[in-house]
């Protein structure tokens, strides 16, 4: 090579290393289109939908449609139809994935059989692979183990469904009465959850019997605390110091409280049956939680024997996470990693439609030899006939077999690095556009989404808790054309819980779907947004304000500003 050749490969090798700056990249994605959707595509008539709606023009062309079509849904997200947004769907990254052409060849593949077809052995295998191979269903194995569910909620509602079937409660005093006198904020905390879950047991009509058991965890998801409760059984977040100061520095902000949840095992091991951590934390902002972390939680379940489960949707993203800031971590594969963490627990359930890459599927899978099979013997039996009843076989658990072969394939790019680079590094280029522009976010930012502050936003600002400003931000960002989630004081019902808590609006990123062009576009609304947010009116909540899951199903309208 000539010494000019050799100069401008050195140049493009610093050129590559560069970090991307606001509208400049230095590095192509992982990936390239291979096929795309357009928003009005051939079959999209205007006209139709103007007239199905009832709207005054095209609620995807027109901001005053939009905004009548908003005010018809009762200002709620979930209800706004998805095909007429213009700009960026950021309600959730879950199930919302573009898939590989690998997957989709995959799905001819499938195979249709009814039970055991082969896509669950393809699957099976490739848990094997991608969890270690404890995790695999041995197939001459009297019970099963691994269970397939249409979604993540399907197989926690199974898991706390019968885990509750499964716990004795004669002998235990209800949890009030165990913690009567005991004084701390982890104690006060609990004393207000069986409160909060007493006066919806009322609202909704059933009867009230105390709770006896609870389940710790670093952040529970809004479903995955629904369907504890729903089980009579107290669903506790123990958040890190460093989350809860809102210490910007520390790296792994998801991790669970280790003095608190010590203290929880120390004096009340007989009333937790389980002990969680959801990697990452999508409740607590997407942060991740360190291997460290984990292992520890093991170390002090297991001196128990509490069982020890994961709520691992975004387990890869977590690795990403412990490789790239975890002292130790540096030179270690993803695969290892994530080999290590499920080293270390009895069980977990997964939504596949997140570090599956698919847009549905998901399981629970038990360890034949954990804590959690010794200590409930006849559960995986139960599990399997409760399986039977409400998802069909648990060799396909609601799903086509084409979609265990898709989901089997998005397990192996999931790990690939190049994939979680890309993947991070958009959240994070979106995460430091907002932070730009003043706009308050969790930082560092999680892996699949941006959290926004709520609080600070509001900061200085007439803001009480019942004016739900958080619920008219995301109205208002719907009427500019994109869609968020407000996981705050509406949905997780905080008012009159004082700062700091988790109060956000979430920006969720869909998997390989949007290019840097579409998420500066919905920074620049937000931006617009928070430059105004005096203006933001107060909503008042019309229906659903007393029901469980209430950000679901409530509705809204705007309150006129009083001048
Ligand atoms: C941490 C976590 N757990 C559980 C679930 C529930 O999964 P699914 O939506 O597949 O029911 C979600 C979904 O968003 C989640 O983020």
Known sequence: MTDDVL?????????????????????NRAYRNA??????????????????????????????????????????????????LPGCDLLSDSGTTTMTVEQWAQLLLGDEAYGSNEGY???????GV?????????????????????????????LFFNLARSLKVEGLKPLR?????????????????????????????????????????????????????????????????????????????????????????????????????????????????????????????????????LDACRFAENAWFIQQREPGYQGREIKEIVREIFSEIDGFHISLKKDGLVN???????????????????????????????????????LAGRDLKAIAEGLRTVVNPEYLASRIGQVQRFAERLSASGVPIIKPAGGHAVYID???????????????KGVAFVALLLIAGHRLCELGVYAFELEGRKPPRNNFVRAAIPRLTYEAQDLFATAEAIRL??????????????????????????RFKFKQQKV
Not at 372 to 378: D, L, S, T
Not at 392 to 398: A, K, L, N, R, S
């Open 121 to 127: 052995f393809e699957l099976n295998e490739q848990f």
């Open 7 to 27: 100069f401008f490969c050195q140049e493009f090798e610093a050129l590559a290393g560069r970090r991307d700056e606001p509208g400049r990249y230095y590095q």
């Open 35 to 84: 096929s795309v959707s357009f928003r009005n595509s051939t079959r999209h008539n205007c006209q139709k939908a103007a007239a199905l709606l009832g709207t005054d023009g095209c609620p995807l062309h027109s901001i005053t449609a939009r905004a009548e079509l908003v005010t018809k849904v009762g200002l709620n997200p979930f209800l706004f139809p998805a095909h007429l």
């Open 360 to 398: 549905i599927g998901g399981a629970l899978l038990i360890r034949a030899d954990g804590l959690f099979v010794q200590r409930y013997p006849g559960l995986l039996e139960q599990l399997t006939d409760y399986q039977i009843l409400t998802e069909g076989h648990p060799t396909y658990g609601g």
């Open 454 to 468: 709520i609080d600070r936003f509001f900061a200085g600002i007439s803001n009480e808790d019942t004016d739900y």
């Open 177 to 309: 009465q165990r913690l009567a006198g005991k004084t701390g904020d982890v104690y006060a905390r609990i004393l207000a959850e069986i409160e909060r879950m007493e006066r919806r047991v009322y609202a909704s009509g059933q009867k009230w019997e105390e709770p006896v058991y609870l389940i710790p965890s670093n952040g529970h998801f809004d479903t995955t605390e629904a369907n504890i409760a729903a089980s009579n059984i107290i669903p506790l977040n123990l958040n890190c110091v460093e989350h809860r100061n809102n210490d910007e520095k520390f790296p792994f902000r998801g991790n669970i409280n280790l003095v608190e949840l010590g203290e929880l095992l120390n004096t009340i091991p007989e009333h937790i049956p389980l002990v969680y951590l959801t990697i990452t934390n999508n409740t607590g902002g997407g942060q991740p939680v360190a291997m460290a972390n984990i292992r520890t939680v093991r170390r002090l379940t297991a001196e128990k024997r509490v069982p020890f489960f």
């Open 529 to 554: 947004i928070y430059e105004h947010r005096e203006r933001i009116p107060a909503v008042e909540v019309l229906s659903g304000k007393d029901l469980a899951l209430r950000h679901f199903k409530s």
């Open 130 to 158: 991608t969890f270690g191979e404890v995790w695999q269903q041995r197939f001459d194995a009297p019970l099963q183990t691994v269970f397939i569910f249409h979604q993540g909620r399907a197989a926690e509602h199974a």
